[in-house]
């Protein structure tokens, strides 16, 4: 048998951490990675977080240009995959290739949910997704224009946060009644709406919008009570919907994204699927961490390993509004026993409890504060165990 060619459709973390993972298990393969996008994967998460900085250094590269060569990993950067041929394992390309495989990858990712609304439509409506957006939406702004972010979610605070730092007006708007629902409870969004406010950043929260008004451009957005929010840009941030296209034209099987088992299978043969694009147990996780382990360990497999994903524990970081804040595990307090408030002055911690264990933490504080609580929601501690009591006391003292 010749050497296999393992052929990966997106070119972002996943695709990195996949083609890595094939490397160290097949030293003589050969490797594909063809994205849609213009440039060597980079990461993602800097558009929000970094909007400002300069998103064409190579600094934001997950790996710079060199190592693929190293590792012998061809790069095909701004080609569309636009088929796959199952019964005879080619792909086709938009400029016009057919390529073969011996074993295919989905790492396509997913795109923003489109905004539905009117005047979703009008000049100076954004979204970011790619590198492109966040240069085009960089190139229309004026100083003095005023921003309004539709949605409180992790990323519509950073980028709002983002905007803020760098000078503008920024409105945010959250149809529920707190911010980053997925990981904040009401305390938690509450010290967090007022830091945001006393920053200057203006939160709506509770509020659907009605319409974005304008002829041609944005000049504000409507709430459903009437009133309006004067505004040049809308940047919307509403959730991300997989690309499950390619995987739909060849009858794989779908959910919310393409379905894998923890192997990283889809329903067909020699076709794998992970980060944004897949669902596994019934979720697609959207998450930076989750996307690097799953393409390790797809493309552990498809190299003839034998490993298993299990899901890593969500974890949140964010230091927007130098309000350094962390949320890990499950938080959610319909679905865990009980919680435990610790509040001093300074601070706020709430620990979720389920079957007696800790599920999940929310806390004020940076990285380095959220690891003890990691480690006690990994190693399943009660909430009195005389590690944490510790900490706890520490924390106050
Ligand atoms: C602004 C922003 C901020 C974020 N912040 C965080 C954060 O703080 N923490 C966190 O955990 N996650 C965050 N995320 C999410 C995180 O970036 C994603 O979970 C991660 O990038 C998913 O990686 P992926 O490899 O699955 O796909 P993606 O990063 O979505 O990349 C998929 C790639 O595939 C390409 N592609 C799609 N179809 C084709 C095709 N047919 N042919 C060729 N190429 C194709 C696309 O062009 C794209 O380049 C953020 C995302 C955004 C947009």
């Known amino acids: 048998m010749g050497n296999q060619h393992y052929v990966i459709i997106g070119g972002s973390v996943a695709a990195v951490n996949a083609a890595k993972a094939i490397r160290d298990h097949d030293e003589l393969a050969e490797i594909s990675i063809y994205g849609e996008e213009a440039s060597f994967p980079y990461n993602r998460v800097k558009l929000s977080k970094g909007l400002f900085t300069d998103l064409h250094s190579d ?16 790069v095909y950067s ?12 080619t792909i086709e390309t938009a400029n016009g290739q057919t390529v073969a495989y011996d074993k295919l990858l989905l790492c396509t990712g997913a795109h923003n949910r489109k905004l539905v609304l009117d005047g979703a439509s009008l000049r100076n409506v954004h979204n970011i997704r790619f590198r492109q957006d966040a240069d085009s939406l960089k190139a229309e702004l004026r100083q003095e224009d005023r921003i309004c972010i539709i949605g409180g979610g992790i990323q519509g605070v950073e980028t709002a946060w983002s905007f803020q730092q760098a000078g503008y007006a920024v409105t945010i708007l959250e149809a529920s009644h707190r911010l980053m629902p997925r990981q904040l409870d009401e305390k938690a969004s509450a010290i967090l709406t007022d830091r945001m406010t006393e920053r200057g950043t203006q939160v709506y929260l509770g509020q659907g919008v009605q319409r974005i008004t304008g002829t041609d ?13 004067p ?44 980060g944004d694009a897949a669902e596994f147990q019934s979720k697609v996780d959207g998450l930076w961490e989750s996307a690097m382990e799953q393409g390790k360990i797809a493309g552990a497999n498809m ?8 899901r890593t524990l969500p974890v949140t970081l964010s230091n927007c509004y130098e309000s350094p804040l962390f949320s890990i595990g499950l938080v959610d307090e319909h679905v865990c026993d009980t919680s435990l408030i610790n509040k001093n002055r300074a601070s706020y911690t709430r620990m979720f409890i389920q079957n007696g264990s800790i599920c999940g933490v929310i806390g004020f504080g940076d990285a380095l ?7 006690a929601i990994i190693q399943g501690l009660k909430p009195d165990a005389p590690e944490l009591t510790k900490i706890l006391n520490d924390k106050e003292n």
């Open 217 to 229: 451009h944005v000049e504000g957005v409507e709430l459903e009570d009437g009133s309006v929010i």
């Open 78 to 89: 701004g080609i569309k995959v636009t088929a796959i041929h199952a019964e005879d394992c």
């Open 303 to 310: 190299a003839g390993a034998s490993v298993s994903y299990q």
């Open 369 to 375: 504060a959220s690891l003890p609580y990691k480690t």
């Open 231 to 274: 505004c040049e840009h809308v940047v919307y941030s509403i959730g991300i919907v997989p690309n499950t296209e390619l995987a739909r034209q060849i009858g794989l099987d779908i959910g919310h994204g393409i379905l894998v088992n923890a192997q990283m299978e889809t329903s067909s043969a020699n076709i794998y699927a992970a």
């Open 59 to 74: 600094k934001i590269l997950i790996k710079k240009e060199k190592w693929f060569a190293n590792q012998r990993i061809h």
